[in-house]
């Protein structure tokens, strides 16, 4: 069975740019978070949908980021415009449902200059 | 909210000892999970055990167990016969359920296994 799919892996871009994360969780999971990672510390999350309604974004900074998740499978998380202060790894993980474990996929380390 | 703390921050053991990870976590719900989940030196973080909090029986699986008290809000977490693979950042984990359903991770407990 394949993991959770993240790309890119690496991304390296300027303040005030956007970039775009995309993530292809389990086949079958209804259950998608994203969470950020800081260098030293565990991962925080930023948004979780089921299926395609994101239940929870409160930890979402919508001033500069959003994310979407059509038709309930493939998700996309976005900032615009990128700050310094965005430099971290980009975690998608999924699940069953928010009972279950979570399968964390690769993560994209971002790192904004 | 959630709170967990992992108080040891580094430990260093050699190949085939024995080591305990401690996580205490805080919650005001009576019906909640736990989970441990391993970050290995690639940072992929990959999923170990799972707890109800209605249940307390503690388990082995191989080289792993874990040690859950509800009354003390601890899940200890052991590694037996340690391996230099086992070398990683491990996370304590709970979360509630339902709409609140969010893991809260800890800072981490980087374990080294010596050869």
């Known amino acids: 069975e394949a993991g959770v799919v993240q790309s890119p892996r690496y991304k390296i871009i300027e303040k005030k740019q956007p970039v775009a994360f995309w993530c292809n969780p389990i086949s079958g999971h209804n259950t998608l978070y994203w969470y950020r990672q800081n260098l030293g510390q565990g991962p925080e999350l930023l948004i979780r949908?089921?299926?395609?309604?994101?239940?929870?974004d409160s930890q979402l900074p919508k001033d500069r980021f959003s994310a979407e998740r059509l038709k309930g499978v493939d998700s996309t998380l976005k900032i615009q415009p990128a700050e310094l202060g965005d430099s971290a790894v980009y975690l998608c993980?999924?699940?069953?449902?928010?009972?279950?474990?979570?399968?964390f996929g690769p993560g994209t380390r971002l790192t904004v200059t | 909210a959630q709170k967990v703390t992992q108080a040891q921050t580094e430990i260093s053991v050699v190949e085939k000892e024995d080591v305990t990870l401690d996580c205490v976590y805080e919650?005001?719900?009576?019906?909640?999970?736990l989970f441990w989940y391993k970050q290995p030196p690639s940072g992929e973080l990959v999923f170990l055990i799972r707890?109800?909090?209605?249940?307390?029986q503690n388990e082995i699986s191989g080289r792993y167990s874990w040690n859950f008290q509800k009354s003390t809000s601890s899940f200890n977490f052991t590694i037996t016969a340690s391996q230099v693979v086992d070398s990683a950042v491990y996370f304590c984990a709970p979360t509630l359920t339902g709409a609140n359903s969010k893991l809260t991770f800890g800072k981490g407990i980087t374990l080294s296994v010596r050869p």
């Open positions: 949908y089921e299926n395609e309604e994101a239940v929870d």
């Open positions: 707890r109800n909090s209605f249940d307390e």
């Open positions: 919650t005001r719900d009576t019906t909640y999970y």
């Open positions: 993980a999924s699940s069953q449902d928010e009972a279950y474990e979570q399968y």
